[in-house]
């Protein structure tokens, strides 16, 4: 599979570009910083798109890849109030 492969859903950026193809993001990684660049997420990034271009892998498996890495620092926040449970006493037939 070409670098020139597309994504099925091109990748944003936080500066507002868009990943398109492998090679976008492959030239993306090379361009960071060393010290960005040799965190374990983003070299499990590189692997997958090394993988997905040289084997034919799906393209999906390289943008998890690239997604996990530049949401790194963001940190999850667990919100209660976004759904409300549907837990309460259990009302049988027997019981009415």
């Known amino acids: ?6 994504f099925e859903d091109p990748i944003p950026l936080p500066n507002g570009r868009r990943l398109l193809t492998l090679g976008d ?6 361009k960071l910083p060393n010290a960005e660049h040799s965190a374990p997420e983003w070299q499990a990034a590189m ?3 090394i993988l997905v ?3 034919g892998g799906p393209t999906m498996l390289a943008r998890i890849g690239v997604m996990r ?3 790194l620092h963001v940190e999850r926040v667990f919100d209660p109030e976004r759904k409300s449970h ?4 259990r009302k ?4 009415q």
């Open 1 to 6: 599979m070409p670098w020139s492969t597309p």
């Open 25 to 30: 993001a492959a030239s993306y990684v090379m």
């Open 47 to 49: 692997e997958a798109l």
């Open 53 to 55: 271009a040289e084997n």
């Open 69 to 71: 890495a530049l949401n």
């Open 86 to 89: 549907h837990w309460g006493k």
């Open 92 to 95: 049988l037939k027997r019981d």
